[in-house]
């Protein structure tokens, strides 16, 4: 296990791409407080590749490693680190329906005995302090059917934080943002990448992507481009992704 | 159609009929297996991990239950313990009458009575419940989470189940035999008090051991085909009913498949 990878994946390509796939496989690492973003015209392509590299979906071939363990070949006890290692998240992910957001958040840690390795009361505070810096004006009390989709997913991503993960995978994570909040939740993410946390997202927001991503991946639907620097995105002679910067900026 | 393939006919259909049977409880006991393995491997009994779920279902099966007990209790010990001791001296002797009250009330009528209820109470609510949670995709999330959905939330209620099942037959049990030995007292002859007595010390370990077990089993597979059923749910919301009819009408053909059983093997 090396702290400086928390994703390795070597020659991937996911398992669900169609025959006629015919990019490159996949060479990346996720070290802490990276932030790598997948970009492109088709939302469920992208999609694929962010599952893939989380290890939810099968490859169609190459590996992905977390924390040094290959996802193929997990026991029950790592595929529970994995998952908690590495927070997936989508725009719609649901809240447990029968519980408060403040419930929904102090579940799994209760789960994963959170509350056990801390004093006693710790862990909800800890929930309730996270849940501030998200957004104060949050509503703890109601049932998720009663709160907006917003409001739903700030709780959704307290509740992965609260399991302390060194990625937090976003699939299309600003779909129910308005402007005004989106700005702030960007900022939040920004903050938590500083403290060393690593973000992997999907998003048609091209100037998040530009003024922050260390890595960028372009998905199409039979090609894969990969990017180290916003300099190699923007300067890149590809017609697809010109286009892409273009309608987008 | 020759009378060969209509035989062929008949038998291929109850073959497959069979084999979709005993596919359904190899299934079933897998299902159960692996939810139970789930939970002791990783919890100390009732640990905090799905203990707030265990406690959850026991109120809501057990505790919720107990008007509805209540009410059939008192009917019942009018109906039949009532009926039974105030016509036990042309009946036979006193021990006669005891062993029929507690063959009757406490082996029979008893666990089957709650077992309905809890069949149509909490049956039907863990289809429904599981089910929608299904189609809101909240498992999926919780299992992107690292939660074993077996160990969170199935086994919880299967334990929660069998554990509300024994205790509402305890409860009716006694309203049962106590409402039907009250008014027998108070309107027959007040002698017929004294089979609160004779009922109690006639509770031997064996009949003990055997409504135990009986009442477990019934709440155990109560539980089990409701969460099976609701876990199968896939894509539409038309499932739910569909799913939830299917859990009643095999809960009770099993508790009924069980009884018999049971019946058999004590009794016979």
Redesign the interface.
Known sequence: MTDSKIIQCRQLIPGKLSTGYSGKALDLVISPGEMISIIGPNCAIKSLWLKTICG?EYPLSGTVHIHGIDTLNLS?KD??????KV???HA???????ANGLMNVLA?A????L??KLKEGILAIKALKLLEEIDPDLDLDDLPAYISKEQQFKI?IA??LL?EPDVLALDNPFTHFEIDSKHQFQSFLIDRIKKGLSLLITTADLSFVLNNSDKTLFAEHDKLYYFDSKQALLNCSIPAINEYIRLNS | MSVVQIANTLTGWSGRKLIRNVLYLINLMTFSSLALRDWFSKNQVFNSRSYSSTVAQIIFTGVDALPTISFLGLITGFIFTFRLISISDSLGTTNDIIHLLITIICLSVGPFLAAVIIISRTGSAIVVDLGNMKLNGEIEALENLGININDYLIAPRILGTAISQLAITVYFTLIALLTGILISALFVNPSHFAYILKISNSFTPYFVSIFVVKNLIFGFVIATIASFNGLSVSSSATELPQRTTASIVQSLSFVFIIDSLLTFAIFV
């Not at chain 1, 595929?79 to 908690?84: A, H, K, P, Y």
């Open positions: 939810l029950a595929w529970s680190m994995t998952r908690i927070a997936y998240l719609d992910t649901a809240l447990l329906s029968a799994p209760i789960y994963h005995q509350d056990k959704a509740r992965a399991l």
